[in-house]
C-alpha cells in the first residue's frame, strides 16, 4: 500500500530538513525535491499537497528561484514558507517588495494576531508567538486571497485562498520559537490536504522488509558495520529480512570507545546472521606509528579500514548486494556545491569500489536520523544503540591529538568511559549532542601525594548543535565537572589535568583532529 505524500519544494532555505522532519512527525510521509522539479514529474510523485519553503532570494530579483507556474493549477493545496508564500503572491497577481527598514522587516520571536477561522490556524490561541526572518514583504495580497494573520511591524504575515487551498505565512512554523507552529503544520496536513496520517515505524518495517526479501530473493547481503546507529539499524532490518544470507562485517579498529565492540558484538548475536567481527588493532596500530600528522591518521585509517574490509568481503566470497545505511539527510545534501575540504570524513558508508557486488542497498534511504532510531526499536535493538551519540569513522584515532599508541588509547577509553557514565548519572546524557573526551598531547607537572607528576591533559568537549555543521559548547554543572575531573585525575594514570574546551563551531571543530 502506497502512503499519501507531500511533496516540499525546495527554495534553498536553511530550516528546509526541519519542515520534513515535522511533516514527518505528523505521520505524514514527505520528500524535499529540488523547486525547478518538473510538472510532469510533480504529477507523478501524486501528492496530496505541497509546501513551498523558505529561501535567501527575492522573488522579484532576476535569477530568483521560481516553481513552474503550471503548479498552481494542479489543484493541489499549497502552503507558502517565508519566501514561499511570496512566490504565492508574486505569481497569483499580489506584489512584493523590500520592507523598508524598520517597518515591515522583521527578525525573531514576533507576538503575531491569528484569524482563527482559516483553518490553517483552527483551535488555535488568536494571538501566539511565530518565528520570522524575513526583509521582503507583501504590500499587495493576491486576488481572492484574505489577510488572516497579522504583527505589529506588518500587516500581511498569513494569507490564504481557501477555496483552492492556498496558504502563506511569512514566519517560520517549522521551527520551535513558532509557538503553535507544529500545530499549524498539522492542521495544512489533516485540515487542508485531507493526511490520514498512514506514515508509521511499524509500517515501514513491515514495508521495507518485503521490499528488501523481494529484490534479495536467495542473493547474499554485505553489510560493513561500525556500531552507529544508521548501520546498526540497517543491519538489524537486514537481519529481520534477509537473516543468514547477510553477512555483516564488523573492523574493530581498536580505537572504540571502552565496551563498544563487545556490545556491538552482543547486539547482533542473537539474529541468525554472519556476524564476523575483525579485530584488527594490531594492524591499525602498526601503520598509525609514529603518524602525528591528522590528515595522514585520517587517511591511513579509511584505508586500512577498506583492506580490512575487503579481505573479509573475499573471504565470504561473491556477494549480490552490498548494503548501506546511508540516511536522507545525507541524500538531500549530497549533490550541492561542494564546501572546502576542513577534514576528510570517513565512515563505513564510504565502502568500497573494491569489493565485487551488483548492486547497492540502502534501507534507510529515505529516513531521517529520529526515524532510524524509532525503526531500531521497532526492530527491538538496546537503547543504548539506539540512542548512541554519533561517534566518527575513525574513532578515538582523532581523539588521541598527535601520535597513538595503546597506552595513550587504553587512557583515553578510560577518561571517556567516567566522563560518559557521570553524565549518564546526572541525567543529562540527552541534553547534549555529542561529548566525549580527548588526550591531549600535552604534558604538565602535578602534585599527587607528596610527589611530582609529569602528565598527560584530558580535555573534555561536549556540544550543543542540530545538524553539526555549527555547534556551541554545552554549559555543563560545574558540579558535574568537578565529578568527572576529580574521578578521571584518580582514576586514570598517566593523567594529572583535565580541561573543558569552551570553543564552539566555527572556529573550532567539534572533533580536535
Ligand atoms: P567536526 O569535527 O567536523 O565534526 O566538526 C562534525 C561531526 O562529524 C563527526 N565526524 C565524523 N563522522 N567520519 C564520521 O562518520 C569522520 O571521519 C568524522 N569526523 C568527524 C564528528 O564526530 C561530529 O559529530
Not at 573479509?312 to 556545491?337: C, N
Not at 576529580?486 to 571543530?509: C, M
Amino acid at each position: 500500500m502506497e502512503n499519501q505524500k507531500v511533496l516540499i519544494l525546495d527554495f534553498g532555505g536553511q530550516y528546509n530538513q526541519l519542515i520534513a522532519r515535522r511533516v514527518r512527525e505528523c505521520s505524514v510521509y514527505c520528500e524535499v525535491k529540488p523547486y525547478d522539479l518538473p510538472i510532469e514529474e510533480i504529477r507523478r510523485f501524486d501528492p496530496i499537497g505541497i509546501i513551498f519553503t523558505g529561501g535567501p532570494s527575492s522573488v522579484y530579483e532576476a535569477g530568483s528561484p521560481h516553481p513552474d507556474p503550471e503548479i498552481f493549477r494542479l489543484g493541489l493545496p499549497i502552503l507558502g514558507i517565508c519566501y514561499g508564500c511570496q512566490l504565492l503572491s508574486h505569481h497569483l497577481g499580489g506584489q512584493v517588495t523590500a520592507a523598508q527598514a524598520d517597518s515591515a522587516r522583521e527578525y525573531g520571536k514576533t507576538p503575531t494576531r491569528f484569524d482563527a477561522d482559516c483553518r490553517l490556524f483552527r483551535g488555535l490561541p488568536e494571538e501566539s508567538v511565530t518565528w520570522m526572518s524575513h526583509g521582503d514583504y507583501m504590500a499587495k495580497v493576491p486576488e481572492g486571497f484574505r489577510l488572516v494573520a497579522r504583527s505589529e511591524a506588518c500587516p500581511t504575515v498569513g494569507i490564504c485562498d481557501e477555496e483552492r487551498g492556498f496558504y502563506g505565512v511569512q514566519f517560520h512554523p517549522e521551527v520551535n520559537h513558532t509557538e503553535y507552529g507544529r500545530e499549524m503544520l498539522r492542521n495544512f496536513l489533516y485540515g487542508v490536504c485531507g493526511a490520514k496520517g498512514d506514515w508509521t515505524m511499524s509500517d515501514y518495517k513491515r514495508e521495507a522488509i518485503q521490499a528488501v526479501r523481494a529484490k534479495v530473493g536467495g542473493g547474499k547481503v554485505l553489510l560493513a558495520l561500525s556500531g552507529g546507529v544508521d548501520s546498526s539499524v540497517a543491519a538489524a532490518l537486514l537481519a529481520e529480512a534477509v537473516g543468514s544470507q547477510l553477512s555483516c562485517v564488523f573492523v574493530d579498529h581498536g580505537l572504540m570507545r571502552k565496551n563498544e565492540g563487545d556490545e556491538v558484538e552482543a547486539a547482533f548475536s542473537r539474529w541468525n546472521i554472519n556476524f564476523v567481527r575483525v579485530n584488527a588493532e594490531e594492524r591499525f596500530l602498526r601503520r598509525l606509528a609514529g603518524v602525528t600528522e591528522p590528515e595522514d591518521k585520517r587517511k591511513i585509517i579509511g584505508e586500512e579500514f577498506i583492506r580490512v574490509f575487503e579481505q573479509e568481503a573475499k573471504k565470504i566470497g561473491a556477494v549480490d548486494y552490498l548494503a548501506q545505511g546511508t540516511i536522507y539527510p545525507d541524500v538531500i545534501e549530497s549533490g550541492r556545491g561542494d564546501a572546502a575540504v576542513i577534514k576528510s570524513h570517513h565512515n563505513v558508508g564510504g565502502l568500497p569500489d573494491y569489493v565485487d557486488f551488483k548492486e547497492i542497498i540502502e534501507p534507510l534511504r529515505m529516513l531521517f536520523k529520529d526515524e532510524v532510531r524509532q525503526l531500531g526499536r521497532e526492530l527491538g535493538l538496546p537503547e543504548y544503540l539506539v540512542t548512541r551519540q554519533p561517534f566518527p569513522g575513525p574513532g578515538l584515532g582523532i581523539r588521541v591529538i598527535g601520535e597513538i599508541t595503546r597506552e595513550k588509547l587504553d587512557m583515553l577509553r578510560e577518561a571517556d568511559y567516567i566522563f560518559r557514565d557521570e553524565v549518564a548519572r546526572a541525567g543529562l546524557a540527552g541534553t547534549m549532542s555529542q561529548y566525549f573526551a580527548a588526550l591531549t598531547n600535552m604534558r604538565s607537572v602535578g602534585v599527587m601525594g607528596d610527589g611530582r607528576t609529569y602528565d598527560y591533559a584530558v580535555a573534555l568537549r561536549s556540544v550543543q548543535t542540530s545538524d553539526f555543521m555549527t555547534a556551541d559548547w554545552s554549559r555543563i554543572p560545574y558540579e558535574l565537572l568537578d565529578k568527572v575531573s576529580v574521578r578521571i585525575v584518580n582514576e586514570v594514570r598517566g593523567v594529572n589535568r583535565v580541561l573543558y574546551d569552551i570553543t564552539s563551531k566555527p572556529p573550532a571543530t567539534v572533533e580536535f583532529e
